[in-house]
């Protein structure tokens, strides 16, 4: 449950590269936001200032309402899931779940439930006790994307999470993003190359050039379908 906007943000590197000039849009809850452009365009930059991991240079980020220029990025009730997953190697499926609800002192029957929930969504069950290596690339991904749900958040960041993963893998996790963001309700910020995943998946898509948004459009209008 979450409208964002941007307005007017710009995001200059401390080595005085502007990556991110003057970036205006309304997101609105439940919005399914697909960020597209070349390498270097800005998308990373623009979902790390979102969470929080990257500084604002100016202008403002406001989530429902609140202005979240200056908010920490654990308090931003925002969760990422990246390309390379992120999990940690020495921890087990239900730790490397459980891990940011233990940083955010949540009781531990509550945890357990909330990451036995997400096991069953993602089909994670009968895998929790295992480490990051004695999983395939599908399973490790559906990890990352149980760390992401346990929290619930209003808002899901999504940096190409399934650019690592074979054709067939791809298509079977597209659809499942896909039953995720209509069973959570969820308003999502999805960056990807893939046109196929762009049109099956987004509400609008953003086109990025060189730090500024060319054309934000439906993916019909976008891609001239019927
Ligand atoms: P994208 O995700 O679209 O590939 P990025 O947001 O990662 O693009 O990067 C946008 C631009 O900012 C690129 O030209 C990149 O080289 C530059 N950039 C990224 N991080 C830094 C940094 N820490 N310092 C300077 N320039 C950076
Ligand atoms: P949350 O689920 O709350 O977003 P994460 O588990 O993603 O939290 O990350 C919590 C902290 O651990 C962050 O400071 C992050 O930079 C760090 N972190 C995340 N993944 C790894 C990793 N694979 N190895 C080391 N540190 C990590």
Redesign the pocket.
Known sequence: MASLSLKNVCKVYPNGFEAVKDFNLEVEDKEFIIFVGPSGCGKSTTLRMIAGLEEISSGELIIDGKVMNDVE??DRDI??VFQNY????HMTVFD?MA???K??KVPKDEIKAKVEEAARILDLEKLLDRKPKALSGGQRQRVAMG??IV?NPKVFLMDEPLSNLDAKLRVQMRSEISSLHNRLGATIIYVTHDQTEAMTLGTRIVVLKDGVIMQVDSPQKLYNQP
Not at 86 to 89: E, K, Q, T, V
């Open positions: 990025p654990k969760a990422m992120a999990l940690y190697p490397n891990f940011g609800l940083l955010r760390r992401a929290r």
